[in-house]
């Protein structure tokens, strides 16, 4: 192959996310609530009969499928209708955040939206076991507890682990840590990508 034909190629080839297909291509919600005085965050637990983190707080959110790719938001809007029972039409999209590219091979599009009628909200108890509201005053003016997650990584059994450097063998690597938010109201704990996302938010909110 000659260096005018790897030309071509590299020209006619799109730049995209590499190992895409590893990774679970999700969308999620930032739904927002006229409260009591002022604006509040909707959040979910999620399902104790769900396989994946039973009873955990999250967003509205999931699966990207391969027809929605085009049309960010689109799936962020969809899974949000069906899991607080609302029509499309009752969500007004406001706008995206950054995306989160996780170590656990979760990558998230979050985007944020205006849930115009909440009294509609009748939530599938299939996917979600109760939703309940946080006043973004309430957040803002009560900065998270932050803690660290550790990155390790480890070659599973088949790979030729004698071929490579020697400290490379000995199972558990750590690799490196990022931040852990910790948010609380009232009797509920709000942790993990959610809390990450959440912080993010609140940061571009609260920015001069």
Request: aromatic letters at 10%.
């Amino acid at each position: 192959m000659t260096e005018d034909q790897i030309s071509k190629k590299l020209k006619s080839s799109k730049s995209d996310l590499m190992i895409k297909e590893h990774y679970l291509v999700s969308e999620v919600l930032l739904p927002l609530v006229q409260g009591a005085s002022g604006l509040d965050l909707l959040f979910e637990v999620r399902s104790l009969n769900l396989y994946r983190q039973p009873g955990e707080i999250c967003f509205p959110g999931g699966h990207v499928e391969e027809t929605e790719f085009s049309r960010p938001g689109s799936a962020a809007l969809r899974e949000a209708s069906e899991e607080l029972g609302l029509s499309i039409e009752d969500i007004v999209p406001i706008g995206a955040l950054d995306t989160l590219i996780t170590p656990f091979g979760v990558l998230v599009h979050p985007f944020v939206g205006r849930i115009l009628s909440p009294e509609s909200i009748e939530p599938n108890r299939a996917e979600v076991e109760k939703i309940f509201t946080v006043p973004l005053s309430f957040l803002w003016a009560n900065p998270p507890q932050v803690s660290s997650l550790e990155v390790a990584t480890r070659y599973s059994p088949d790979f030729p682990i004698d071929r490579v450097p020697e400290k490379y063998r000995g199972g558990w690597i750590k690799r490196w840590s990022l931040p852990a938010y910790i948010y609380e109201y009232q009797n509920y704990f709000i942790w993990g990508m959610t809390a990450l996302i959440l912080h993010h938010f609140i940061n571009i909110i609260t920015k001069d």
